[in-house]
């Protein structure tokens, strides 16, 4: 049975930014591709009664201290956004127009987005934003203009949104490893253990 790795993530989280560099050569080491999933972080943030990490007494101020050094870590860059937290509908909806004819494509437009957003401190919420990075990626900007806005879109978005929500992820980024949970950008290498030993 081939294995599955499903990453579910909001583009404002700079955890999820981290686990996006990497997950796609733990799914490869596996045979198989991640799935990327974008959602809404705001919506089970209503549902569940919380706020974003970045504005918690204390756990904000390490998150500040713990993501620049694992970016070190990772060798990747990483700049905070002065825009943060930051709206990610936007961003969502281009991902999705673009999944739906081209499943890589939208790997590599989320890829292209986060690094706008956390590798180079843009403001990726305006839609004029994220249509300038998806131009830059090689999209035809006024498909994805358009994209963004279109009714299907902002369905799909929200039925990915309520699946995430009824599968109970609560927290960005979080991964399925052939069906189990694992929260956090930490528990990456767990979930490609898990996927190695066919759990335990």
């Avoid at 999944?99 to 706008?116: I, P």
């Avoid at 919420?125 to 994209?147: L, M, R």
């Amino acid at each position: 049975m081939a294995h599955r790795l499903e990453f579910y993530f909001d583009f404002s989280s700079p955890y999820g930014y981290l686990a996006g560099t990497r997950v796609d050569a733990v799914a490869s080491r596996h045979g198989i591709a991640a799935e990327w999933r974008p959602f809404l972080l705001g919506a089970v943030f209503k549902l569940t009664n919380t706020v974003p990490l970045s504005s918690q007494l204390m756990k904000g101020d390490y998150m500040l201290r713990d993501v620049p050094r694992a970016a070190r870590r990772y060798g990747v860059p990483f700049v905070l956004p002065k825009q943060f937290p930051f709206g990610t509908v936007t961003a969502c909806r281009a991902f999705y127009h673009v999944a739906q004819t081209d499943k890589a494509g939208a790997v590599r437009l989320g890829k292209a987005l986060f690094h706008a957003a956390f590798g180079e401190g843009r403001d990726i919420c305006p839609i004029e934003a994220v249509v300038a990075v998806a131009a830059d990626a090689g999209f035809d900007p006024e498909a994805v203009f358009a994209g963004i806005q279109a009714p299907e879109v902002k369905s799909l978005l929200k039925q990915e949104v309520d699946e995430a929500i009824s599968r109970q992820v609560f927290g960005s980024p979080f991964l399925f490893a052939d069906g189990e949970p694992f929260w956090g950008n930490d528990r990456l290498d767990e979930a490609d253990l898990w996927l190695e030993r066919g759990g335990w």
